[in-house]
C-alpha cells in the first residue's frame, strides 16, 4: 500500500506481532521523550535517586581509639591489664632516674643468709650488688658458696685452679690479691669460689680461731683499701655450717630472703636463733636488718598471705620492694650477667634496682 505522498505505509507495530516502541505514537510518528525529572511532581521524590536514610537509621561512627598518653606527660593509659604493667614499670623507671644516689660514710657488710635452698640467695646478692654498682658505689662479693654460682653470674673465673675464697680462710691469703673485678661494672668486685671450698669445712674444725678467720681476713682488707668499699655482700651455702658461721661473723648486718611460699617459712625461726646465739657469742653487732620478699606471685593467695604474715612479724626489717618470679632473672646467668645488665628494662631488673636504693636509703641500723 502506497503512502498518499508516494512513501510505503509503516508497518503496524501491532500487527507485526514486535514490541512496541514507546517512542512512537499510535500514528506511527516518532515523539521526543521527557526527561524523567521533568515527569515528577514536585515536593514527591524522584525513583532514580535513593531516597535518604532517616537519621536514627544512620549508624554512629566508630568511636575513635584512645591514644596512649606519653610517658612525658606523665599521666599513662589504664584501660587494660597490659597497659597498666606497661605504665606501672614506665612510673617506676622514672622514679628511678629522678633517685639520688646515697652513700654510706662506712662499709656496710651484709650476710645474705637462709639455710633453705632456692629461695634466691645468690640471685638477690649478685643482682643488689650490680644494683649498687651501676649506681656508682663501689661494691664486693664474697662468694662463700661451693657450687661458685655468684662467681658464674658475675662473669669471673673460679676454676678449680684459680685462686679462691678458700685460700683466703684456709691459707690465710689476702683478699686484695684474690678478688677479680667483675666485667659488668667497674666498682663491682669478687672473691670467688672453687670446688676446694667444699673440704674447706672439715679442715676448718683443727684451725685456731675457726669462726673469726674471714673476719680477720676482710677487716685486714677494708682498713688497707686505698679506695672505700661501701658495700661488702657475703654469699653463704643453704646451711649453717663452718662456712655460714665464719660469714655471720664478719658481716654487721644480715639480709634474709624469703621466697613466698610456706616451706620458706618453716627454717625461719631456726635462723634466727643462730642468729641469735652468734650475737651473742661470736658477734654482738651482728642484726638483722633487711628480708626481702622474692618469688613474689601477685596472682596466688598464698604468695599475698605469705607476704603479709612476713610483713606482720618484721614490719621494720621487711622491704616494701617486692621481687617477682621472672624469666629474665633465671636467664641471666646463663650469660654471665646479673639481670640489671643482661636485661635492665625488665620488672625483675627493676625491682632489685628498687630495693637496692630502698637499702640505701635506709642505712645500717644504729
Known sequence: MKHPEGGTAAANPMASGSAADPTLSPMGQSRSVEPLHELVE???????????????AVPPPPPAAKKPASSASGVFDDSTPLAREISDLARRRQALARETPVFPTATRVFTVA???GGVGKTTTTVNLAAALARNGARVLVIDLDPQGNASTAL????????????????????????????????????LPATIHLAGAEIE???LVAREQRLRTALD??????????????????????????????????????IQCEYYALEGLSQLLNNITLIEKHLNPSLSVSTILLTMYDSRTNLA???????????????????????????EAPSYGQSVISY???????????EAAAEIARRGAPA
Open 114 to 116: 637462709n639455710q633453705k
Open 343 to 353: 636485661d635492665p628494662s625488665s620488672p625483675g631488673s627493676i625491682s632489685y634496682l
Open 220 to 257: 685486714t682488707f677494708l682498713d688497707e683499701s686505698d679506695e672505700m668499699f661501701h658495700y661488702v655482700f657475703i654469699d653463704c651455702p643453704p646451711s649453717l655450717g663452718l662456712l655460714t658461721i665464719n660469714a655471720f661473723v664478719a658481716a654487721r648486718e644480715v639480709l634474709i630472703p
Open 42 to 56: 514536585p515536593g514527591q521524590p524522584r525513583p532514580d535517586v535513593a531516597a535518604p536514610r532517616s537519621a536514627a
Open 204 to 206: 676448718l674444725v683443727s
Open 155 to 190: 662473669g669471673v673465673e673460679h676454676r678449680s685452679d684459680t685462686a679462691s675464697v678458700y685460700d683466703v680462710i684456709i691459707n690465710d691469703s689476702p683478699i686484695a690479691e684474690i678478688m677479680q673485678k667483675s666485667p659488668e661494672f667497674d666498682a663491682l668486685y669478687c
Open 304 to 330: 599475698n598471705q605469705v607476704a603479709d604474715d612476713v610483713r606482720k612479724h618484721f614490719p621494720k626489717e621487711v622491704l616494701q620492694t617486692l621481687i617477682p618470679r621472672s624469666v629474665r632473672i633465671s
